[in-house]
């Protein structure tokens, strides 16, 4: 009986502290629940997070054209790879010998080291699917196929992309001027676009506004272009390689555009443009995107903690007025060189009670002479940094053009880099930088 | 001795059973689980959700397993997402670890075969931006018993990371669906419609670009506990707006927190005894009363004026079962001592 009551005694205790540790378990519970209410479904590739009030708020992507998967991550349409393909997320799903690849959840599957149920399978592209990835840090993308009663792992059908574009860099460099300035040869501004829009009314292309190509498939440009139009992607073109809008020329070549993304914080109303950022993914009508030429080249983005400092030098080019004043765009290409502002300086003296934030920045030439104008928006203003030349800032507002002490207003790309990694693939992200 | 050991034995595990109190199956991911939780005081169901997406090249489902609050009901819808099907179940139940199975897509895809009269509804999605009159798609329902439905519910408050699928046309089973189902305050309106006949639910009005037509009746609005969101400061007027013309308060423990909490609002006559305030506003054994007089919501006023059914559950924390422990402990020690004195 003794025995009974030491046990009993014991059990007790322990009973009680089970109930304090479930105590403190659902506090810990309760905190991680509330985290789940708020959490993002992580939608890659621009995908759209949709919940369902009915059902307890259960959440999933809604993925853009071109992409699928739970989280938007599987591209459908890309058919090559790059570096070894650890980042390839397409749909090729035959190896080399034309052999159907093994879906990753099969259950041949399930003593091998790579397949649906392995811990990271989600980071590594493993899914419920029979596409081609390369978890393992080998040459390039590969997958399971059955022979007989074997399971072997075999490279797949796919070969490398055509090496990424170099860069922000180009032929040659000459310094013109945009208002008052001279003619810019394409050259020395491969990576600027032209946005045309389609207008019903009167059938004709009529020039939107300027861009930068940051990627063979995607253009940056400023959102306000957009301002009060449809969002239609239809209705644009994109034309890289022009010196002149008015002539057609050669080598530039022609873009549809899918798509069309916004910066979602992007404010319109007065007293100034904030977040005014803007991605065109273009593709031309046999589905490729832009082919490197010396009239056609990517710029580099900044690095992310990258400020130069108060006057550095830089270029903005664009297809725009001369003079504020004037009825008509200029309709070839020119470039000028504006210094950076001082962010103090031009917030407190220039447009004080304008908002003007880090978002943007300030610069100008410092005799007031040259500037951008209107149909210079959404154009480059690029600065050489390592040898390279990278997309500081896109051209936004200002009052009047080359006015005094009313600088050119630029959105400022280094604030924008996870935006737009968010809406671009991220794989190929990382080859958009300079060297360091 | 032997009897007397075991019967102790049983005795300490039942009140082992009865401090941890209703355990469900729980998780949150692409495959079905088997992990456990133990609900919290207020929690006195198991939930189970399930979202099948089927495309050309396949079926992907996500499990949403946990416990949850009294008061909601079975549901399920299915509607056309782009190139997808895209199909919605929810189910409750309340005995240990009940929310095992799961409704399973399949049976529902080999059950389409084997119907007699299958129901034809229009689908879209709002956020696919399919509804629009000039392009509405039309699928076939796979489950006898199945409507139409449209279901329109949006929040005036934007969520951090998602959007609220806010108008949905399909096929469903919902609770409760024969007359139109509305309620709405100043944050929020929902509207559910089932019909049955074959694409009876046609109609493509947004809610929300163009509210319905004020009916002339004003009500209380306001939604949250007596210190925020209901404290009287936080009390507005609403215009009832269409069918919704009662005016509804209901008191219950909020699904999260675990405290009482009060919804007021326009609501019309159906809504009233429907599950959907515990669904929409996770609102846990809800008292709801809905009254017909201008500004007529007004009783629930603090919370003194809660109904004990909802205080019950709110007094029924940790300390208590706590108490109930010791004091059997207690006895049952007593009781082992006067039987070795003996």
Redesign the interface.
Known sequence: MKLLFVTSVMLSALLTDFASARHSEKLHRQASKTKYERQDCNCLHGGTCISYHLFSRVKRCLCPQGYSGDRCEIDVEIQCYTGNGEDYRGTKSVNEQNEKCLMWDSALLKRWPYNDGIENAMELGLGKHNYCRNPDGRTKPWCYVRRGYRTFSTFCDLSECQKQATCGQRRFSKYFKIVGGNKAEIESQPWIATIFQYMKRSAYNMFLCGGSLIDPCWVATAAHCFKGRSLDPTQFTVILGKTSLTTDEESEQKFKVERVILHEEFLEEAPNFDNDIALLKIRSSSGQCAEESNVAKTICLPPENLVLNDNFRCEVSGYGKANSSDILYARILKSTNVNLISQSLCREEYYSGRGLNGNMFCAGDPRWKTDACQGDSGGPLVCDYNGRMVLYGIVSWGDGCAKERKPGVYTRVTRYLPWIASHMNGVHFKSFYPPQ | ?DF??WT?FVF?LF??AH??GLQCYSC?G?SNCLDS??C?EHQDRC?T?V?T?L?Q????T?F?KGC?VSGKAN?S?SYL??NQV?F???EHCESQLCNEETPNVLDVLLARGRQHRPMQCYSCGQ??GTCFNSSLAQMRCSRPGEQCVD?T?F?MLE???????QHIKGCGQLAHCQEPLGFHNQGSF?LIKCCNASLCNKETEDYKATPLPLNGLTCYSCEGNFSHGCAPNDITQVQCQGSMNQCLEASGIDG??GQSSVVKGCASSSWCDSPYTA??KNLGAPYTRCCTGELCNNWIVNESTLKPSARSQADHN?TT??VL??SS?LL??AF?LCS?NS
């Open positions: 001795m007397f050991f102790h300490l009140l082992a401090a941890l949150d692409n939780q133990v919290q939930r959700t979202m997406t495309t090249s396949g079926i992907s996500y949403l949850d549901n819808i997402s782009k895209v919605l179940a929810e956020a696919e279901i519910s929040t969520e951090e990371f998602s959007q609220d699928a929902y999260i927190s669904i929409y940790p079962s706590s422990l010791s402990l049952w020690v082992l070795e």
